[in-house]
């Protein structure tokens, strides 16, 4: 089977139902692959029932699946469904994650806590899981932060939580290569998606937008692309995080 081929692989992509997660997921399925399509709370249920029609739709295969990753027993029977399912896992990608901008003396232990289960902690037992699964020659790619490349204030929980990433990702990327297993991250600029306006006020999308190409800001269309080709033509690039950011922020 060709390297650029999705047909028939099995995929999961966590946070899968919608903004970015759901572009990967109905684009993964227009190109034939068996996709679960993970979600967090029911309140993306509707949106996840309307990804897996859209699949289908397609000529792909979707089921759902609902769980919180931040606990491990979930992130195994994620991988016991798509197993289950499909016999078996070749791509597993992580969109997961939850921002906080907030001052440091404000930040409670509360939000700590949480920003690092959701954005490190359910990261690396994903990692670990999808080493433990994966088909050979698998693929696992995980959406981070441009933040990462940023000397700023006020994202210390969030860009401090997706870091520990990296250093995942390289490690896993070591340990799994004589599979064939190659692993990446992915670090997008602020998103033109819901996920991004509930923490910026009017003067900081104006700040954000004007530090990127034509002073937008990053849609999805722009990164999914390149999450199929790390899947696909782009295996050999592994342990890296590719900014794809219009130019916001670089090492």
């Known amino acids: 089977m060709s390297r650029s081929s999705l047909k028939n692989k099995v995929v999961i992509v966590t946070g899968g139902a919608k903004n970015l997660g759901g572009l990967v997921s109905r684009d993964f399925g227009a190109q034939g692959a068996k996709v679960v399509v993970h979600y967090h709370s029911q309140s993306a249920q509707q949106d996840a029932e309307k990804t897996i029609e859209a699949i289908k739709n397609s000529g792909g295969d979707a089921i759902g699946f609902q769980g919180d990753l931040t606990k491990v027993s979930e992130v195994t029977r994620l991988f016991d469904t798509a197993v289950e399912k499909y016999g078996g896992v070749d791509i597993a990608i992580n969109t997961v994650g939850k ?143 590719i900014f794809a950011n219009g130019g916001y922020t670089t090492r």
């Open 99 to 241: 921002v906080l901008k907030k001052p440091i003396v404000d930040t409670s232990e509360e939000e700590y806590d949480e920003m690092f289960a959701v954005n490190s902690k359910s990261a690396y037992f994903f990692i670990q899981e999808a080493g433990k699964r994966l088909n050979q020659g698998g693929k696992i790619i995980t959406v981070v932060t441009a933040l990462l490349a940023a000397f700023t204030g006020l994202y210390s929980t969030y860009a401090g939580a997706k870091a520990p990433v990296e250093h995942f990702t390289r490690a896993a990327a070591k340990e799994f290569g004589s599979r064939g297993i190659s692993v990446t991250n992915v670090a997008p600029g602020p998103m033109d998606t819901p996920f991004f306006y509930p923490m910026e006020g009017a003067d900081a999308v104006a700040y954000h937008k004007a530090n990127g190409m034509n002073g937008e800001l990053t849609k999805i269309e722009d990164i999914a692309p390149l999450i199929k080709f790390l899947a696909t033509e782009g295996w050999w690039i592994t342990g890296q995080t």
